[in-house]
């Protein structure tokens, strides 16, 4: 600025004396040869001279008072302009935002700072003026001295530079800077121009946007679904931990959307399909601003496996933010629910039909077994009696099947070595059949505690299934293993030790669409089937506190996989003694209570034929009479042969309690067409001595009358 100035005063006082020589010249030129023309008399001429002179310093001192003053005037113009400028530029200097340095760029030393600088740092100017860069700083690495000198070296040297900077004020306390380094000349002079910003307010906000971040980052990752957005070219631009581990990507992957469905989506008509509907979704939301419909769909996993999921999806600032929250576990659950509701509502026609359909059984099933009795071995009829006898005992089992799902009653446990069973269900229900198995049992595999008939019914059920499944034969896989389930596992039991027994067959497998009615009650894809085959197996495996679950691919095979609580390691079983069979009659009088007739007549001449003497009665009532007078009298019955139930009356349970009050001793023996009451599992607990289950047999009531009375 000052240089320009210089340059335009010399200019000014070149022209000054430019024109006054220019005009000096031609003056005395002109005039003297004017003069030399006009006047010829030298005494004349001499007098002209002196006037020509006087007129030439009269002319010659106005031009030069024009000139000199035109160029005071744009002198003192320039001057004025000047300060002006110089005024603006101190007023800005002092009055930005941001503190100022001025730098020498050889030396590094402070030249002049503003009036900011004072104020953000603390010093007057002559304080400042003399401060280092160290004594602006934090003092330690990365913001020491020497990393300042480093900075002011490169930015004097190099193109203009913005660092971050921890700065140090006066009063010792810090504050974060934002540090513009730019190399300058000034008046000749090579300086570095350092321009310091605090930013501390702006820190703090980007430092509690990155927490905020990390926040949402931790609540993406933690949140139980998936979670991802993309930009609006469709780049999946984050992927939460769910989705990368579902669909097997890492964090560095950024597919596309299309590249994301197909890999989630592998089949192309059911891929077009779901995302069909989504892009018309989407297209509505972007014309009218809608919000987009939740979609469902089955995406296959990396490892296999399928999850049934709801997406959402948001558009948010240029982004489409999508969420797929995975319902399998919560489908699956209330699928259980489900199944649950049937079973209740099928236990209750099970309990209601039950004590009427066994007594039925009892009577033609006694009736056969006594008609046995009664005729000669020889005898022609012998050879129907026991076709019969079997085709009852077959209602039997199946008056059986339909009580597993009664609501309340409680599977007979015992601790039961599952090879053992296994092996005697396969080698029962393969019997006759061009199935083979191929039994896999891990070493030291677990016992299991359950009702050995019950588990014996659901593992022959699962593997009938197999055989219809396999008509022409094939192999049958028998897989078991010990299991530890931790807490919230994927099965939904709780934690502990289990056991898992996997039947795999080779048949012709079961439909995706009847895969989830398999367990329900009455439902069957076989021509003439119950349906209740595999409803009874779920019913007994959930009564054991277990999980049974399906997989098949129609075509390749089906696999029914059991989860039965681990009983611990198995135990080697003892040969069953033989019992002696007693031939002698049977004494004593015998009491026997039963609301049906036809029972209580087939009771009394089946005793009668074994030699008991036998006193009946229809309800518990009468029967707490007739056994205490027969006490009173001295002549107490030997045994007492109870009904469990009775319709609009005392049953067997009160009626013992009764008796026992009587007799403490007294020897009585519970029957029921309810296998699995809880009085039936648990006699012994209710004053009972035994428990004959209807229908029953002679040989069976026989059996249970010696036991009792031959018992100290």
């Not at 020498?104 to 104020?119: F, I, K």
């Not at 504050?175 to 300058?184: D, G, K, N, Q």
């Not at 989705?243 to 597919?255: A, F, I, K, M, T």
């Not at 049953?651 to 309690?657: D, F, S, V």
Request: net charge negative; glycine share 8%; charged share 20%.
């Amino acid at each position: 600025m000052r240089g320009a100035s210089k340059r335009n005063q010399r200019r000014e006082i070149n022209k000054i004396v430019g024109v006054y020589a220019l005009f000096g010249s031609a003056w005395i030129y002109l005039s003297g040869y004017a003069l030399i023309w006009l006047v010829s008399d030298r005494h004349i001429a001499e007098q002209i001279e002196v006037y020509k002179g006087l007129m030439f310093i009269m002319v010659t001192s106005a031009l030069l008072y024009q000139l000199i003053s035109r160029f005071a005037r744009r002198l003192a113009e320039s001057v004025s302009r000047l300060e002006e400028s110089e005024a603006r530029f101190q007023a800005i200097y002092h009055s930005v935002n941001d503190a100022l340095f001025i730098h020498d760029a050889v030396t590094g030393q402070l030249v002049d700072v503003n009036r900011t600088m004072c104020e953000m740092f603390g010093y007057t100017p002559e304080e400042a003026r003399n401060l280092t860069v160290g004594e602006l700083s934090l003092g330690e690495p990365p913001y020491a001295e020497e990393d300042a000198r480093l900075l002011l070296n490169q930015a004097a040297a190099g193109p203009p530079m913005t660092v971050r900077w921890r700065s140090r004020k006066k009063d010792g306390s810090l504050f974060w800077s934002e540090v513009s380094l730019r190399r300058a000349d000034i008046g000749g002079s090579d300086r570095v121009l350092v321009l310091v910003r605090d930013i501390t307010a702006r820190h703090e906000i980007e430092e509690a946007l990155q927490q905020n971040e990390e926040i949402l980052k931790v609540l993406m990752e933690e949140m139980p679904a998936g979670v991802g957005w993309a930009d609006e070219s469709g780049r999946v631009q984050y992927l939460n931990s769910y989705v990368s581990d579902w669909l097997g990507y890492v964090s560095e992957d950024h597919p596309t959307l299309e590249e994301l469905m197909q890999r989630a989506l592998p089949d192309p008509t059911y891929r077009e399909q779901v995302l069909g509907g989504w892009r018309e979704e989407i297209g509505k939301t972007l014309e009218s601003g809608v919000p987009v419909t939740p979609q469902e769909a089955k995406i296959s996993c990396v490892d296999g496996s399928s999850r049934h999921v709801i997406l959402n999806t948001r558009l948010v600032h240029h982004r489409i933010l999508f969420t797929l929250t995975d319902i399998t576990k919560w489908e699956a659950m209330q699928q259980e629910v489900l199944k649950a509701q049937k079973l209740e509502s099928l236990g209750v026609l099970a309990g209601g039909i039950a004590h009427d359909f066994n007594n039925i059984l009892t009577g033609i099933l006694g009736n056969l077994s006594f008609a046995e009795l009664l005729l000669d071995p020889e005898h022609p009829a012998q050879g129907a009696v026991k076709n019969a006898e079997k085709a009852s005992q077959r209602a039997a089992e199946l008056a059986h099947q339909l009580l597993t799902f009664s609501k309340g009653g409680q599977p007979i446990k015992k601790v039961i070595p599952l090879g053992r069973l296994l092996q005697e269900s396969l080698s029962l229900a393969l019997h006759g059949t061009k199935v083979q198995t191929r039994l896999k049992l891990q070493d030291g595999l677990h016992a299991i505690e359950a009702d050995e008939g019950q588990m014996n019914q659901a593992f022959s059920n699962v593997i009938i299934n197999a055989c219809q499944a396999m008509p022409g034969g094939g192999v049958l896989t028998v897989e078991a293993a010990n299991l530890s389930l931790t807490a919230n596992n994927e099965l939904a039991l709780p934690p502990g030790d289990y056991v898992k027994l996997s039947f795999i067959d080779q048949g012709c497998g079961i439909p995706y669409e009847d895969q989830k009615f398999i367990f329900d009650p009455y439902y069957s894809t076989k021509p003439g089937g119950s349906g209740l085959g595999l409803a009874s197996v779920h019913s007994i495996v959930i009564k054991h506190g277990g999980r049974v679950e399906v997989a098949s691919t129609p075509g390749a095979g089906t696999t029914l996989t059991f989860y039965l609580p681990s009983a611990g390691e198995a135990v080697a079983e003892e040969a069953p003694r033989q019992q002696e069979r007693t031939a002698k009659a049977g004494e004593g009088a015998v009491l026997i209570m039963d609301d049906e007739e036809a029972i209580r007549t087939l009771t009394r001449d089946m005793l009668q034929y074994l030699g008991y003497q036998v006193v009946t009665c229809v309800n518990g009532e009468e029967a707490v009479r007739l056994y205490r007078e027969a006490a009173q009298a001295g002549k107490p019955f030997a045994a007492a042969i109870m009904d469990l139930t009775i319709p609009a009356g005392m049953g067997g349970k009160e009626a013992a309690q009764r008796i026992l009050e009587v007799d403490p001793a007294a020897r009585l023996i519970v029957s029921s067409g309810y296998s699995n009451d809880p009085v039936m599992a648990e006699h012994a607990d209710y004053g009972f001595c035994a428990a004959v289950v209807k229908p029953y047999r002679c040989d069976e009531l026989q059996h249970a009358l010696e036991r009792v009375l031959s018992a100290p």
